[in-house]
């Protein structure tokens, strides 16, 4: 499997007040993405800071988004499935092409089969994970890709928890404080014991 991974894109962000420094940021990112489009890996991974601002600019998403729909490289026959949004099982296929021998993780409270059972599949595994009340618990704000991650790395082994707690320390230690930083760590750490699969 090939990854291109990418990060710190950091799309509406005006350094030094000046427009042309929003500008040098987006074209960075086109032409990360168009070398991605080129390269046509399995996966484009954008690890964090894609924007500079919790509420970015509505024309920088809308131009994300464009770049981002020209790669024309559907997922068809996804390893592992994350569902983030619980209310998206039934209304969206989340487990479409998902391989025989693939897996899907939902943020939900719910047990594995009830998922399954909600789903209609009898192939992969299906792992649950209650996500937001532990970002709730632990980072104090319900956002469940941090848990997510932890469940994500116990399921696929990509890499060791580790080197996602080192990562979190390196990334957020001056923004969230040592605080923060422990809540994350605990979050993955959480997920990683928590989540539970069939």
Same mark, same amino acid.
């Given at each position: 499997?090939?990854?291109?991974?990418?990060?710190?894109?950091?799309?509406?962000?005006?350094?030094?007040?000046?427009?042309?420094?929003?500008?040098?940021?987006?074209?960075?990112?086109?032409?990360?993405?168009?070398?991605?489009?080129?390269? =046509?890996?399995?996966?484009?991974?954008?690890?964090?800071?894609?924007?500079?601002?919790y509420?970015?600019?509505?024309?920088?998403i809308?131009?994300?988004?464009?770049?981002?729909?020209?790669?024309?490289?559907?997922?068809?026959?996804?390893?592992?499935?994350?569902?983030?949004?619980?209310?998206?099982?039934?209304?969206?296929?989340?487990?479409?092409?998902?391989?025989?021998?693939?897996a899907?993780?939902?943020?939900?409270?719910? =047990?594995?089969?009830?998922?399954?059972?909600?789903?209609?599949?009898?192939?992969?595994?299906?792992?649950?994970?209650?996500?937001?009340?532990?970002?709730?618990?632990?980072?104090?704000?319900?956002?469940?890709?941090?848990?997510?991650?932890?469940?994500?790395?116990?399921?696929?082994?990509?890499?060791?928890?580790?080197?996602?707690?080192h990562?979190i320390?390196?990334?957020?230690?001056?923004?969230?404080?040592?605080?923060g930083?422990?809540? #994350?760590? #605990?979050?993955?750490?959480?997920?990683?014991?928590?989540?539970?699969?069939?």
């Open positions: 499997m090939r990854i291109a991974l990418a990060s710190d894109f950091h799309l509406d962000r005006r350094q030094f007040n000046r427009q042309q420094r929003w500008q040098d940021y987006m074209q960075t990112f086109i032409k990360v993405t168009q070398r991605v489009g080129e390269l =046509a890996p399995d996966a484009y991974v954008i690890a964090g800071d894609l924007f500079e601002k509420r970015p600019h509505p024309g920088v809308r131009r994300f988004l464009q770049e981002v729909a020209r790669l024309h490289c559907p997922i068809i026959a996804p390893d592992v499935s994350v569902v983030l949004d619980p209310t998206l099982v039934g209304t969206e296929d989340v487990a479409e092409g998902l391989k025989d021998d693939g899907i993780i939902i943020n939900t409270p719910e =047990a594995p089969a009830a998922m399954r059972e909600k789903l209609g599949i009898t192939h992969g595994k299906v792992y649950t994970l209650d996500a937001t009340k532990i970002a709730i618990e632990e980072i104090g704000r319900p956002i469940p890709n941090t848990p997510m991650i932890g469940a994500l790395i116990k399921i696929s082994g990509a890499m060791k928890l580790e080197t996602i707690f990562d320390e390196k990334k957020f230690l001056k923004k969230l404080g040592e605080r930083v422990q809540g #994350n760590i #605990n979050a993955v750490k959480r997920a990683h014991e928590e989540v539970q699969g069939e």
